[in-house]
């Protein structure tokens, strides 16, 4: 099979609905609405780096498309479509037809049509890009948190790192346990309704991919504040609290692929209900730097920092 009987039977489809002209020509088209602002993002994914060789392709087909809508969502646009550009080694039928099935699945159900891209062969490499878009002014961004705002996490934190503890062999979990946390790790879902739903009330928000602490410090250095921020608030599943304090707290603050949003919001705003838990976790404060305190309110020493590709 070549590159573009690939193309055609894998990755086109009819036109969608808000394209003008998808796969096949030099470029794609499509029409900003009236009055909205673009939002675009790319993320890459190296085999070895950010998926095992082993991951069922269908699950990486959805993580591929999974981990940039999950940008969207953090600045709380809607999606439009994506590009997909992609490194082969080789032509594997089966590998593409699961990859692309799992791929068209996730794009059908967040309303973001593929619309163009890029076939080579050469080590298994994908970017994806993204575009999205969202009312002039009404973007969530990183700078916008303000002294006495509220620290707010969706869904749970830390199951992806348990899953990639256990594959290392650093922790063993049972058969179900370990199934539920996998699909934390290999099946991440965009908070994409909840980054919508947060336009005009968060007053700042980022999605979780390298670690809380990380990516909160990133809203905190943009807005010029600190926070404080209870360990043992952070939300997770049944499976983490079953495992030791130490690992826990490694999981819900450095953890990293989590892919839920934070964002912060001033105190009593009227939050979404999208069938997303909501979480408190912590306050904005003047004082640069983030204090990681425990229930009791006692500082936590530690030491943990999130995932930086060129910080062993
Ligand atoms: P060009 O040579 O002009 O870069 P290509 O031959 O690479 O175009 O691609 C032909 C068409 O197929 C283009 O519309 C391109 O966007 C699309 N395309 C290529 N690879 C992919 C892919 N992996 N997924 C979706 N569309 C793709
Ligand atoms: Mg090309």
């Not at 059908?108 to 890029?118: E, F, H, V």
């Not at 080579?120 to 705002?149: H, K, M, S, W």
């Not at 979404?272 to 229930?295: F, H, K, N, S, W």
Request: charged share 20%; proline share 6%; net charge negative.
């Amino acid at each position: 099979m070549g590159e573009f009987e690939l193309i055609r039977r894998f990755f086109l489809r009819p036109p969608a609905a808000g394209v003008e002209l998808g796969v096949g020509d030099d470029c794609a088209v499509l029409a900003p609405t009236p009055g909205a602002r673009w939002l675009v993002s790319s993320d890459m994914l190296v085999e070895g780096r950010h998926f095992l060789s082993t991951v069922d392709p269908g699950r990486l087909g959805h993580k591929a498309l999974a981990v940039n809508l999950s940008d969207l969502a953090a600045c709380g646009a809607t999606p439009r479509g994506f590009t997909l550009a992609m490194a082969l080694p080789r032509v594997d039928e089966a590998w593409l037809a699961g990859f692309s099935a799992g791929l068209w699945a996730l794009a059908d159900a967040s309303g973001c049509p593929l619309i163009g891209g890029d076939t080579t062969q050469g080590p298994l490499n994908l970017c994806i890009t993204v575009f999205g878009e969202a009312p002039a002014g009404q973007a969530l961004l990183r700078r916008g948190a303000r002294p006495g705002d509220e620290v707010w996490v969706s869904g749970r934190l830390g199951d992806a790192r348990l899953a990639l503890e256990a594959f290392r062999g650093t922790v063993a979990l049972e058969g179900r346990g370990f199934e539920a946390v996998r699909v934390a790790m290999e099946c991440p879902t965009p908070r994409l309704a909840l980054g919508q739903a947060l336009r005009g009330i968060a007053t700042a928000a980022i999605d979780v991919s390298d670690g809380l602490l990380g990516d909160l410090g990133h809203i905190l250095a943009a807005s010029g504040v600190g926070a404080r921020v209870d360990v043992d608030a952070l939300p997770r599943s049944a499976v983490l609290a079953a495992q030791p304090v130490e690992l826990q707290r490694t999981c819900v603050l450095a953890g990293g692929d989590d892919y839920e949003l934070v964002f912060t919001a001033p105190p009593g705003a009227r939050l979404p209900d999208v069938g997303v838990a909501l979480t408190r976790v912590g306050v904005i404060e003047v004082e640069p730097g983030l204090r990681v305190v425990d229930a009791r309110g006692e500082r936590v020493d530690h030491g943990l920092r999130s995932f930086d590709h060129f910080k062993p």
